[in-house]
């Protein structure tokens, strides 16, 4: 699939998304003005607002796999994956306090990161490929914030949002993958200390691994590689919970430990 839009057409919405993220004010998606936007235009604005940043002198870490779990697909009504960018100031300490004032509506998710230590490539990228380019895992929680009014989009327009990625923390206990079964593992998620919401790691199209195979596919179609030492989130394990200033919330996994940030 080839993007459909003119260059000036993708300037406009890389306009519209950096506005929306930078003065956290929701916009309607953009197939509202642009209704034939396709996927690969989603990439095109989404390409076009990581050039922004690395001009700007932010620097990438690396890669995010979105709407990977069955939950997440029938919360946001979307039936395909997605890949977006990681930047280094998009991270945040273990158990830090994160503002909510800079953000629009924050909601956060549970996740197995992969950290690379060798690069992959190309269209038919395996799962145990993923698993011998990994140096470990390590539990992690991604804060996402759709800049759509209402929290409501489509997969173009949230492809061009950077997969709604705004922060998100890593912590736990580092773990070489080829020691544990991540397929199996258990989460469960706490906010203010209750149990809200719990799941599976083969939530994640059956095994994270093969969502980082996915995102690694997606970035072959774009011209792109993911290079070694990349950090790369593989995508929610259950539906995102939605925070406000004064919620804590703890993510625990078996074998991995856990993850907290809190909201003020």
Not at 49 to 73: F, I, N, Y
Request: include cysteine; charged fraction near 25%; aromatic fraction near 4%.
């Amino acid at each position: 699939m080839k993007p459909t839009l003119r260059h000036e057409d993708i300037v406009l919405l890389t306009d519209r998304i950096e506005a929306a993220q930078r003065g956290a004010t929701a916009i309607p998606k953009l197939t509202d003005d642009f209704p034939a936007m396709n996927l690969a235009d989603g990439y095109a604005v989404q390409l076009s607002l990581r050039q922004r940043g690395l001009e700007k002198g932010m620097r990438q870490v690396g890669w995010k796999a979105g709407l990977t779990s069955r939950a997440k697909m029938l919360q946001m009504g979307i039936d395909k994956p997605s890949i977006g960018f990681l930047m280094a100031d998009m991270a945040r300490q273990d158990g830090a306090a994160i503002r909510t004032d800079d953000l629009i509506h924050p909601r956060v998710e549970c996740e197995v990161a992969f950290i690379t230590r060798t690069s992959l490539a190309g269209a038919q990228i395996t799962r145990e490929e993923v698993l011998e380019a990994t140096d470990f895992v390590v539990p992690a929680i991604e804060i996402i914030d759709s800049r759509f009014s209402g929290f409501k989009f489509d997969l173009p327009s949230v492809i061009a949002d950077n997969g709604s990625g705004a922060r998100y923390v890593a912590g736990g206990r580092a773990r070489d993958p080829r020691d544990i079964d991540i397929g199996t593992l258990g989460v469960v998620m706490e906010k203010n200390g209750e149990i809200v919401t719990m799941g599976a790691c083969a939530a994640v199209m059956g095994h994270p691994a093969d969502a980082v195979a996915l995102l690694v596919k997606v970035l072959h179609e774009l011209g792109e590689t993911l290079p070694e030492g990349s950090f790369v989130m593989s995508g929610g394990i259950t539906e995102a919970v939605a925070v406000k200033p004064g919620d804590l919330i703890m993510a625990r996994y078996q074998e991995l430990g856990s993850v907290s940030a809190r909201f003020i």
